[in-house]
Nanobody, 127 residues
Framework: QVQLVESGGGLVQAGGSLRLSCAAS????????MGWFRQTPGKEREFVASISQGGGSRSYADSVKGRFTISRDNVKNTVALQMNSLKPEDSAVYYC????????????????????WGQGTQVTVSS
């Protein structure tokens, strides 16, 4: 398995952009589908985006489609989430996660499909 550390969160005004990064340590990063999830207090962890092992397939939640872009670098062992046109409802703790298994279900996963998680990074979008 891999250990994951997120960075890049912060406070931004509505309409602004942030880029989250997730650094992975451990073996075989390139064999894991990766995902980003987010969570607000009192709510379940919500799928945001996923990317296949080689980066050729990507999926997004409808709420972020067209605004967020997930990418990965299998040489640097990183996965990123570029967030543009941010809205107050995007405010949450964002988590990076890795999956042991295939990139299936069209890339639409639940948190139960992922085995390793980072500690999370807070994103706050002010109106």
């Amino acid at each position: 398995q891999v250990q994951l550390v997120e960075s890049g969160g912060g406070l931004v005004q509505a309409g602004g952009s942030l880029r989250l990064s997730c650094a992975a340590s451990g073996r075989n990063f390139r064999t894991y589908p990766m995902g980003w999830f987010r969570q607000t207090p009192g709510k379940e962890r919500e799928f945001v985006a996923s990317i296949s092992q080689g980066g050729g397939s990507r999926s997004y939640a409808d709420s972020v489609k067209g605004r967020f872009t997930i990418s990965r670098d299998n040489v640097k062992n990183t996965v990123a989430l570029q967030m543009n046109s941010l809205k107050p409802e995007d405010s949450a703790v964002y988590y990076c996660a890795s999956r042991v298994g295939p990139y299936s279900s069209g890339g639409y996963f639940t948190s139960a499909d992922f085995a390793s998680w980072g500690q999370g990074t807070q994103v706050t979008v002010s109106s």
